[in-house]
């Protein structure tokens, strides 16, 4: 089995919790995964803690990488160009190298133009400065990560291990993903976008929870759920459960349940013989043309062909 090599990218300021996620939540994938990680100049590196990291390798390794991470650092690091330090180790990836970045880590692969034309996103807290230093990128400050192959962005922090679990389930099946998940205590996949952690006036008092109705619809998806179905479960007015939903989640109720019912799609075809019609009826989709639809929107392939990868995966 041939381990892919991941060499994470240290720069200075860098946020020694998300530096540490692709070796935490790759490590634990049976070995699919090297981990190394290296600074501009083999030398440590100063977090935004009160220490410092000493690294093993120099920039040289990012030409032996089949995925590069560039870790995040502390605002005050961040600029609308990069030094020619981090330029030169840039350089040294090899071209068709999948690179993704964590939270403002995305600064940096905008300011070395790699983002240009685009879709991306980074921490919602930075993501008016982002527009105003980049904007040939196209943001979505709303999304937990953008796969732009071959450019991965993710948002803040604990999304660090979002798009980490979504490389272990893109490059081997969401069964190993939710066996990392599992060894490293995380979901496997958290839905709704950075919506939902904005900061936001606090609730009224007794205001209810969504969480019950998602749940609810969770073991419903078959079935044609409606607006008036789920709010009539939560107990509230549609208005005010769509509202409620949208601030809880960061999705309108019908964008959450065609993401679910693509999620639940995508195991299916994973772990199942189940035809694409089939499928598409025991998560809800009312043909297979509505499946195929959907699952290529979200990911941009149809059926077969993510079943094909995958299922050679497994």
């Not at 180790?89 to 939270?103: D, E, F, K, N, Q």
């Not at 959450?256 to 639940?264: E, S």
């Amino acid at each position: 089995m041939r381990r892919e090599r991941v060499v994470v990218l240290a720069l200075d300021g860098v946020y020694p919790f998300e530096l540490g996620i692709p070796s935490r939540i790759l490590g634990a994938a049976d070995g699919r995964y090297e981990v190394l990680t290296c600074s501009v100049d083999g030398r440590a590196v100063r977090t935004n803690a009160d220490f410092g990291v000493t690294v093993e390798h120099g920039p040289e390794v990012l030409a032996t990488a089949d995925t590069v991470v560039i870790a995040p650092a502390a605002p005050g690091h961040l600029a609308d160009e990069v030094s020619g330090d981090v330029l030169a180790a840039l350089a040294l990836i090899r071209p068709g190298t999948r690179i993704v970045s964590i939270c403002t880590g995305a600064f940096v692969l905008a300011a070395a133009g790699l983002l240009d034309g685009r879709r991306a996103t980074t921490h919602w807290q930075v993501a008016d400065q982002f527009r105003r230093m980049f904007p040939r990128v196209d943001l979505d400050p709303d999304v937990l990560f953008v796969d732009d192959h071959p450019f991965l962005t993710s948002a803040g922090a604990a999304s660090g291990v979002d798009i980490c679990l979504h490389l272990v389930r893109k490059d081997h099946g969401s069964r190993l993903a939710n066996s990392v998940a599992r060894r490293c205590v995380v979901p496997p996949f958290r839905d709704g976008g950075q919506a939902q952690y904005i900061e936001q006036p606090v609730p009224e008092q007794g205001a209810a929870s969504t969480a019950a109705t998602r749940a609810w619809a969770l073991e419903r998806l078959d079935e044609p759920l409606t607006l008036a179905d789920l709010s009539g479960h939560a107990r509230m007015s549609q208005r005010t459960f769509a509202r409620r939903f949208q601030g809880e989640v960061g999705l309108s109720p019908g964008r959450w349940l065609i993401q679910q019912r693509v999620v639940r799609a995508r195991h299916l075809l994973e772990s199942s013989d189940l035809t694409v019609d089939q499928i598409a009826g025991r998560v809800g989709f009312a043909t297979g043309a509505s499946l195929r639809q959907h699952l290529n929107a979200a990911i941009g392939v149809s059926p077969q062909a993510y079943r094909r990868t995958f299922q050679t995966a497994r």
